[in-house]
């Protein structure tokens, strides 16, 4: 089945890097998401990536996928307090999108 | 451009009665996609349309579950004879090419 599965809390100091990760099921997939969602809004796209790539980098963010052990990670470089928001993985394929619990991240000074 | 917006933002009604959200997504995404967020919980996918035409819907979308694109623009999601299990975001997302989907700020119903 499909099932896509997050731990809830992460809370890291300003300034550190920061490592959400995720497992998904469905080795089907062939794209795999990032989201942000913070208070009362809804989802930003932060990133994606094919699921024939090892690693993608975007700024401060750096997504790693081990396609063997079905793993993705969103690593963010120099966490600030506006990081602090709810991270959700994804996967695809796109036009039907399967969501995890989501990470709450919380940054502290 | 403003991005997709949806309106209301916020619905609170009896059990029973319907109700219908409305969601217009950014100018020219010919993709349109329905999904409901409950507490603690991430997006569950209804429906989508390219188009006017609905591809694809959930078995989450029950029969007292409808939504329509009628001109391909806006969409409308209306729900019969609300239920208390029926409380929670539901979300709208708009795309092009179904690799970027941008996300309305949502509806949160609240059914009593």
């Known amino acids: 089945g499909e099932d896509v599965e997050q731990s809830l809390f992460l809370s890291v100091r300003e300034g550190d890097s920061s490592v959400i990760n995720c497992t998904y099921t469905?080795?089907?997939?062939?794209?795999l998401y990032w989201y942000k969602q913070e208070p009362g809004a809804g989802l930003q796209l932060l990133t994606y990536?094919?699921?024939?790539?090892d690693m993608k980098q975007d700024q401060r963010l750096t997504v790693l996928l081990n396609k063997k052990d079905k793993h993705l990670s969103l690593r963010i470089a120099d966490t600030q307090t506006g990081d602090s928001a709810i991270y959700f993985c994804?996967?695809?394929?796109?036009?039907?999108?399967?969501f995890g619990t989501g990470t709450r991240l919380q940054v502290f000074p | 451009d403003t991005g997709v917006s949806q309106d209301p933002r916020h619905k609170i009604t009896k059990r029973g009665q319907n109700v219908t959200f409305r969601c217009d997504p950014i100018?020219?995404?010919?993709?349109l996609y329905w999904y409901r967020q409950t507490l603690g919980q991430g997006p569950e996918f209804l429906t989508y349309?390219?188009?006017?035409?609905?591809?694809?819907k959930s078995r989450l979308l029950s029969d007292r579950f409808s939504a329509e694109r009628p001109k391909g623009s806006f969409s409308t999601l209306e729900i019969q004879r609300t239920e208390q299990g029926d409380s929670a975001m539901y979300l709208c997302?708009?795309?092009?090419?179904?690799?970027?989907?941008?996300f309305g700020p949502g509806t949160r119903l609240t059914v009593t």
């Open positions: 469905d080795s089907s997939s062939t794209y």
């Open positions: 100018s020219e995404h010919n993709r």
């Open positions: 997302a708009s795309s092009t090419d179904s690799l970027e989907q941008y």
């Open positions: 994804a996967e695809g394929p796109a036009d039907k999108l399967i």
């Open positions: 990536i094919f699921s024939n790539m």
């Open positions: 349309f390219q188009n006017e035409a609905q591809l694809e």
